[in-house]
């Protein structure tokens, strides 16, 4: 039984990781998909994979970052579409250095990707869910919206704003049966630590050396039950880490 069957869910970030695995999650259950990208080539590549599942798929590529090009998107996009699913997974982590010595370029990235491409995304999307009173969002946060860790200062902030914005989505739409929701992963073993250390292939194997970590299929599978639950559950927040973490600080390395 395909129990997302009749419904259409946007993914942002889906060319990679946490995003391609949902894509692949929702299309397995039956979801229509828009799958959103900054690279038209490998949304391309996406969808042409997902084609085994007889869903409906359309691409969308803009940068998140640039409010301009996503409100002009999203506004085409939801003219003549429903969106009954956003999945906010759009963003990243870069560098891990202490707040005196940061890349402020990096901040604003961050910044940009993280918590305005969220919202600008959101933004769009809220109102036809509140007009049809029906819809659900999640958002894809972190341990590090949770607890600060050395070195993650503007990273953390940021992921402290998602789990801040989920708590105030929910907040601003309650009376309505639109649904909110924050997934906020541990270590997950994703291009997520090749991306923070700028392409550094062995510093980026490093962080999961001595244990096995989380994969993105783990997160898409967390995403689908969340998102399977009956009408009147709303699982507004999860965390979720490998066995081996306990938490930033406590990781159990073999040897």
């Known amino acids: 039984m395909k129990s997302l069957a009749g419904k259409r869910a946007f993914v942002s970030g889906a060319t990679s990781g946490i995003g391609e695995a949902c894509a692949h999650r929702l299309a397995e259950a039956g979801a229509d998909l828009v799958l ?6 490998k949304l391309e590549t996406l969808k042409s994979a997902l084609s085994e599942y007889g869903v409906v798929i359309d691409t969308l590529s803009f940068d998140v970052r640039d409010r301009q090009a996503a409100e002009a998107a999203m506004h085409a996009l939801l003219e003549d579409t429903v969106i009954d ?6 963003g990243l982590a870069l560098g891990l250095s202490p707040v005196d010595a ?5 901040w604003e990235e961050m ?9 600008y995304v959101s933004r769009a999307v809220i109102p036809q869910m509140r007009s049809r009173n029906c819809g659900h969002i999640l958002n894809i946060g972190s341990i590090a ?3 600060t860790y050395p070195g993650g200062n503007v990273y953390c902030a940021t992921k402290s704003a998602v789990h801040a914005l989920t708590e105030a989505m929910n907040i601003d739409l309650a009376g309505t049966a639109v649904r909110v929701g924050n997934i906020a992963p541990g270590a997950v073993e ?9 392409g550094d292939k062995a510093q980026a ?3 999961y050396e ?3 970590p989380l994969y993105a299929d783990d997160i898409a599978d967390l995403a689908l039950y969340i998102l399977q639950a009956p009408q009147h559950v709303n699982i507004q927040d999860v965390l979720i880490m490998p066995t081996a973490q306990r938490n930033p600080y406590v990781l159990s390395r073999n040897g």
């Open 111 to 119: 910044i940009d990707a993280n918590i305005k491409g969220l919202l």
């Open 210 to 212: 001595g244990y096995e």
């Open 145 to 147: 919206g949770k607890m």
């Open 36 to 41: 959103h990208g900054r690279d038209p080539a």
């Open 85 to 90: 699913i956003l999945v906010n997974n759009a």
């Open 205 to 207: 194997d490093a962080v």
């Open 190 to 198: 994703t291009n997520f630590s090749t991306t923070r250390f700028s």
């Open 102 to 106: 940061g890349d402020v370029d990096q």
